[in-house]
């Protein structure tokens, strides 16, 4: 420093005589920021902060303001993350990890978010009024897709068993289409029960709904039953086809 001598690093100990038998110690590392020497690491009474010196947990990180407060780079190899792990013995014992966003200031909007490969995230946002879960696919195109997707080992490996899928259509900026999918397992891998069309139409057995509600079936069952043998009351089934114009009920016998 211009010449002078300076401390650079500093490790200080201290021990707190609370009573015979009942010492605190603490050991602080501290290191130089822009000039100033400031407490890096410190290991309080069988805690460890960092960039605190008051540590409420076994690690307390306290990073600066508007940025990330950890960050773990892999070393590129497959099969490497972060993995936290909770376990607990005996009855009447939860275990959980809790990842906690809190912003009280107004117009904030605080969220938690998981980034994948290249852009793709999910993220849980909102405040007490409104909650929202966002999942975006970085496909590089106008077809984007994600799932919500249940899995089950059943009883052989881990496999899916029922999923929602959500295609982009074609169309971008304001003029974004999408479809929807849900798909349930029957003897095999999840398929198309119902669809969602993007212009409204939903098809129950069919991916392509021509008319409001398309029920397609491929064999000689009936597509649709009005059971009403267990009322105690006038069983009813009303189909209503008032409109302006010239309208009707039609009913095609094969």
């Known amino acids: 420093d211009a010449g002078n001598s300076t401390e650079g690093v500093l490790i200080r100990g201290i021990m707190t005589d609370v009573s015979n038998g009942s010492e605190d110690t603490t050991l602080e590392f501290f290191t130089q920021k ?36 950890v960050i773990i780079t892999g070393n590129g190899n497959s099969g490497r993350g972060l993995s936290i792990q909770t376990a607990v013995s005996g009855s009447q014992q939860d275990a959980g990890v809790i990842l906690d966003a809190q912003d009280t200031e107004s117009g904030a909007n605080p969220y938690i978010q998981s980034k994948l490969a290249g852009a793709n995230y999910s993220k849980l946002s909102g405040t007490g009024v409104e909650v929202f879960h966002d999942i975006f696919s970085d496909s590089g195109t106008d077809r984007g897709a994600g799932y919500f997707r249940f899995r089950t080992d059943g009883s052989s490996a881990d496999q899916a068993v029922a999923q929602i899928y959500m295609e982009q259509a074609s169309g971008d ?5 999408c479809h929807m999918y849900f798909q349930v397992s029957d003897n095999g891998n999840p398929a198309t ?40 009351g006038f069983g009813n089934t009303i189909i209503n086809s008032a409109c302006s114009q010239n309208g009707g009920t039609y009913f095609f016998y094969k």
Do not use: W, Y
Not at 41 to 66: F, K, Q, R, Y
Not at 198 to 209: A, E, K, M, Y
């Open 34 to 69: 822009a000039g100033s020497q400031t407490s890096t690491l410190a290991l309080v009474s069988g805690t460890c902060g960092i960039g605190t010196t008051s540590p409420d947990t076994m690690l307390h990180i306290n990073g600066a303001a508007n940025s990330e407060q």
């Open 173 to 177: 900026g304001n003029a974004q289409k």
């Open 193 to 232: 029960a119902m669809t969602i069309a993007n212009n409204g139409l939903v098809g129950i057995g069919t991916t392509s709904p021509t008319t409001r509600l398309h029920v397609a079936n491929g064999t000689n069952a009936p597509v649709f039953v009005a059971d009403h043998q267990n009322n105690s």
